[in-house]
C-alpha cells in the first residue's frame, strides 16, 4: 500500500482555526476538524489512507477521512513517500505577452551613486554610448505595434515607461500613448500605461497630461532629507530632496484616481525602514510604499550584508503586523511588498521561476533591441533585435529558451547560496556570466 507523508506548507492559526501555507502553489487552504486530523496523525509517521483510517476511526467516518486525503493531496499538503520530485513545467511554445517595458531614454539629470547604470555594476555588453540616449517616436510606435501582435489572443497590454529619467522623454511618452490607445481601439483590445520617475522634471503641465491620461505613477525616493541625498544627487553632488518635495506634494494632491506609489532602494547606510515608511505616507502623503535592496556588488560600500538583511526584515515585520492590524480594522495601509504578497496568495499564483522577465515581460531599449526586462536592456549580449524592426519569428522562441536555462540555473544558486550562507548579491554576478554562456542562443 502506498505511504503517505507531510509535503511541504507552513502551518499557523489565525482567529481561532488552523490554516497552512502551501509551498508549492503560494495558497492558503483552511483546515476543518477530519483535515487536522488527517495531518495530526501524518506528524507522527507515514502511513497508508487505510492506516489513517483506523487511527481515526472512533473521530470520523472512513468515507470523511478518505474525501479529506483526496482533497489534500489535491492541494498539495500531502504525497506519497516515494513520490518524486515535482518536475518543472516547460515554458508553453508561446507565451502572451503583457507588459512591455520602454526605457525611452538612458539619460538621467541625477548621479545616485548606486545606480546599477555606473561601473561594476553595469551588465556587461552594455552599449550605452552606441545607441540612442533617447528613444524615437517611430521606435516607441513600432515596439507598441510589437506589444500588441505578441500578446496574442490576450485582450490588455501594459506598456510601462522607464529610463533613465523618464520624463526627459515626455514628447516620446505623450506620442506613445496617443498612438497606443488608437491602435487598441482599433484591434479591440484594452492598454493602460505607468512610469517611474524621479521626479526633478514634474510640472504642473507634466501632472495635469498624468491625470488626463490616467497613467500610474512610481517615484524613486529614498526616505526624509538625510536619505535621500546621500545617494540621490545631482551631477554636481547636490542633494535632490527639496526639489522633488514640492512636485511630489503637487502630485499627490492631483492625481487621486490611481494611487501614487513610493519605491525606496535599500542600501547599508539606509536601514531605517519604519522611519522612512513613516516619513513617506504620513509627512508627504504617498498611499504606497515599497522597499528593495539595493542591486550591487558585495564589494561596493552601499551593499547590504550580514545583520544588515536582518534588521532590515525585523522592521518589514512590524509593518506587516501593522498591515494586519490596520487591514482587521478596515483601514488602508500603505505598505505594498506585504500587500504584493497577499495579492499572489489570494489568488493561489504558483511560480515556478523566480522572476518573469522574458515570460509575459519584455523591455526595449532605445534603439529597439528587445531584451528580457529593462534591466538588461541596451545589454548587447542579452538582447535580440525583434521590435525595432521586427525580426524572425523564431528568435523570441530562442530568446525565451535562452531565459528559460537562465532561470533554473539561478533559482539553483539562490537556493545553494542561502543554503551556505552567502551573500544573495552574488547572483547579479552570476547572472552576468550567465549572459556570457547564453550568448549563442541569442544569436
Known sequence: MTQLALAEFHPFEAAGRRFLYLVPSAAVFGLDDASGAVLDTLAESPRSAGEIATALAGRFDEAIVQQTIVELAGARAIRPVAAPAPVV??????IPLQTIVLNVTSKCNL?????YEYGEDRIPGSAAESTP?????????QSVDFAFGEAGESKHVHVTFFGGETLLNAKVLRSTVRYARERAAEIGKTVDFSLTTNATLLTEEIIDWLVENDVGVTVSIDGPKQSQDRFRVFHNGKGSYEVVLPRIKALLARHTRRPVGA?????RQNLEVVEIYRHLVEEIGFREVGFAPVTTSWTRDWAIEG????????????????????TIAGRHHGFSNVRDTLQEIHKGMSKAYPCGAGFGL????TDGDVSL???FAGSKAAGVPRAAP???EDRLQRLLGAADLRRRLLSRSAYEVRRHGGAEPALLHLDQALDGYLSPHLR
Not at 519584455?362 to 531599449?365: E, K, S
Open 89 to 94: 513545467p516547460k515554458p508553453p511554445r508561446r
Open 111 to 115: 548621479a545616485c551613486t548606486y545606480c
Open 133 to 141: 540616449r533617447f528613444m524615437s517616436e517611430e521606435t516607441a510606435k
Open 263 to 267: 519605491r525606496v532602494t535599500l542600501t
Open 307 to 326: 545583520s544588515g538583511y536582518e534588521r532590515m526584515l525585523d522592521q518589514f515585520d512590524t509593518l506587516a503586523h501593522e498591515f494586519r492590524d490596520a
Open 362 to 365: 519584455l523591455g526595449v531599449a
Open 373 to 375: 526586462c529593462h534591466r
Open 390 to 392: 521586427r525580426g524572425p
